[in-house]
């Protein structure tokens, strides 16, 4: 079955810092690729999406690129801030009525 | 633009006690799903429904029932509560297709005591 492997938490960074968060899926099909935020005591928001090979998804200084040769749609943004501090989902759909989740990231940001 | 509504926003509950958790959206979608997350872990699907007049079982559906009532609105519902039941859920809805996620409403924190 789809599955969506995470990098283990959490990333604990200095503002302005690099991020990278690795996320590798399996997938019979051609998925779509998503990446969901998670602010404290809030509910799931759509980060950003990919629906083919190739493909960059891009929001709020977040990419991420479809690489279809390594299955793998992995997060990154080039200077984070403290207000970036959440947890970071990986997900994928892969023609079903459902997404598939990871099992999260926590990002700490320190001043 | 109020996409997922869930209510309540809290609840305590005692052991064996019963409630609904009601959520609505106006997105006009056609799927609507019920998810729990514990402290520190990931997801879990309890029940989905893919349509109007339609409801699936998910990974965890055991001491859950749903309600598909109409198109906009998908309760879940706690027979007999248990202190496992404790939790955060979310409510969330779809497009139909591939290409759309999930719109998520801001959660139930649900204490059972």
């Known amino acids: 079955g789809d599955s969506v492997t995470q990098m283990e938490g959490p990333v604990t960074l200095s503002e302005e810092a690099f991020l990278t968060i690795n996320c590798t899926y399996t997938a019979t099909g051609y998925p779509s690729l998503f990446w969901y935020v998670q602010y404290p005591g809030e509910g799931l928001q759509l980060l950003l999406k990919?629906?083919?090979?190739?493909d960059k998804g891009s929001n709020k200084g977040f990419e991420a690129t479809y690489r279809k040769e390594t299955t793998s749609f992995h997060l990154e943004k080039g200077s984070v801030q403290v207000s970036d501090s959440a947890v970071y989902f990986c997900a994928l759909n892969d023609a079903g009525n459902m997404l598939t989740f990871g099992g999260g990231t926590r990002l700490m940001v320190k001043p | 633009n109020a996409g997922v509504t869930q209510t309540p926003k809290f609840q305590v509950l005692k052991t064996g006690q019963s409630m609904t958790l009601q959520c609505a959206q106006d997105?006009?979608?056609?799927?609507m799903y019920w998810y729990r997350q514990d402290p520190g872990m990931g997801l879990r699907l309890i029940y989905y429904?893919?349509?109007?007049?339609?409801?699936d079982k998910g990974e965890v559906p055991n001491g859950y029932n749903v309600s598909r009532l109409n198109k906009r609105e998908f309760s879940l519902r706690l027979e007999s509560a248990a202190p496992s039941q404790t939790s955060v859920y979310f409510c969330?809805?779809?497009?139909?297709?591939?290409?759309?996620?999930?719109?998520f409403g801001s959660g139930t924190r649900l204490t059972v005591v």
């Open positions: 429904s893919a349509s109007e007049g339609t409801t």
């Open positions: 990919a629906t083919k090979a190739d």
């Open positions: 969330a809805s779809r497009e139909t297709g591939q290409g759309y996620g999930y719109t």
């Open positions: 997105m006009n979608h056609n799927s």
